[in-house]
């Protein structure tokens, strides 16, 4: 098959999900190329915005041909920013099929906006497109407001193109059903996880604790959706049900971990001596942080399809959760939930954790939790380079396979 892959947003905006897919589809010996637009805002980075080209150019990232352009946003004209969007991928989809020829299939990412103008080259060119959904409910709230008014012009149109998609493609059930009071629920859908990199995300064998304290890791930038307050309430509250059984440290990176904000919050839960902050890491050093520690938790108020948790579960780390994480990452015996904002709840999850693999009285207690080996075996089965790949190219196969020709 020749793949177009159209990102909703791409670098120097994040992206990554949509590379990755490229990535197993062309390894499966597809013709795939990502063709993006990137909307530049002044606000966000304005080095970018004044220095990145205004010409379209071609470059191969990790083995994948990209074709980008980027857009200067006005700020505040979300509906001319949106059509002069639509219309930029429109023009530069032209140009790619003068060098390259018609695709026979786009998968978009995001329907918001890549999912609206794959709907209008589908029409032109008459070919199937299919749009993977990684927007949260929270981001859509934040956008369209918790009781959404059906005369928001952006909800009309994202709905028309999530009914005339060929396939919707959420990376976790729960999108489906949590948006439905914005799109309803009337298209074709059909599941398939991220990919993440399960070779890169080794299991590795934790040091003895001994003389260590055990380590507690959460990334995740500082924000509210992310649930630090929660986070930092329970690791006290496991603390203290821990006593002087065990010595525990609370590990957390991202964007604005280190910020006075943060050592305020932590200070108000008097964990300030407890916690060690790192900021914001690379791939590498996320690596590095996973197979020190020995749980990840992640208090989350509200997700898609968190790729760290994979990560983490990838590496052999145990994982306590709030239940805004999919059922897909709930893996049995590797996976433990609270409620959202329930810091006793999470506090319990993770003396669970803690109490079977460092204070277990008894085998049954031990086994409550897997096996580092085995909790990475569940996420290779689920999420793996070669298990995304396989899904998306018989959903694609499929799809072109009813499309009607002409």
């Not at 909800?155 to 005339?164: G, H, M, S, V």
């Not at 300030?272 to 020190?292: F, P, T």
């Not at 990452?329 to 939930?337: L, P």
Request: with cysteine.
């Amino acid at each position: 098959m020749h793949i177009v892959e159209i990102p909703s947003f791409f670098t120097p905006y994040g992206g990554e999900f949509c590379l990755e897919q490229a990535k197993t589809l062309r390894q499966r010996g597809h013709e795939v190329r990502i063709l993006s637009v990137v909307q530049l805002s002044l606000k966000k980075d304005i080095r970018s915005f004044v220095s990145l080209p205004y010409r379209p150019k071609s470059y191969q990232k990790e083995d994948v041909p990209i074709l980008l352009s980027y857009m200067r946003g006005l700020p505040l004209c979300v509906r001319p920013n949106m059509r002069r969007w639509v219309s930029t991928v429109c023009e530069l989809f032209d140009k790619y099929v003068e060098m390259y020829g018609v695709p026979d299939v786009i998968h978009a990412h995001c329907m918001k906006w890549a999912g609206y103008a794959a709907m209008s080259l589908s029409e032109k060119y008459h070919i199937p497109y299919v749009v993977t959904e990684h927007l949260s409910l929270m981001d859509l709230q934040k956008e369209f407001g918790t009781e959404p008014n059906p005369q928001i012009w952006q909800i009309e149109c994202l709905r028309k193109a999530y009914r005339k998609a060929d396939m919707v493609i959420p990376v976790a059930r729960e999108i489906v059903f949590d948006t439905q009071q914005y799109y309803g629920t009337d298209y074709r859908w059909h599941e398939i996880s991220n990919v993440i990199d399960t070779s890169f995300f080794s299991p590795v064998e934790r040091q003895p604790l001994y003389d260590r304290a055990v380590v507690i890791c959460c990334v995740a930038d500082f924000s509210f959706r992310k649930g630090y307050d929660i986070l930092f309430k329970a690791f006290a509250k496991c603390m203290e049900r821990v006593g002087g059984d065990l010595r525990m440290e609370l590990h957390i990176a991202g964007e604005n971990t280190p910020s006075a904000a943060c050592r305020k919050m932590e200070k108000e839960a008097s964990i300030e001596e407890h916690v060690v902050a790192y900021g914001k890491l690379d791939r590498q050093a996320i690596r590095s942080l996973l197979h020190r520690s020995d749980m990840f938790v992640l208090a989350s108020r509200s997700e898609v399809q968190p790729l760290v948790v994979l990560e983490a579960m990838s590496t052999g780390l145990p994982v306590v959760a709030t239940t805004a994480v999919p059922q897909n990452e709930r893996i049995a015996g590797a996976c433990f939930v609270a409620e959202r904002n329930d810091a006793d709840g999470l506090a319990r999850q993770m003396y669970h954790v803690l109490r079977s693999r460092f204070l277990a009285v008894s085998p049954q207690e031990q086994e409550a939790v897997l096996p580092g080996t085995a909790i990475s075996e569940k996420v290779n089965e689920m999420a793996s380079a070669a298990r995304v790949g396989e899904q998306l190219e018989q959903v694609l196969l499929d799809v072109c396979s009813r499309f009607p020709k002409k």
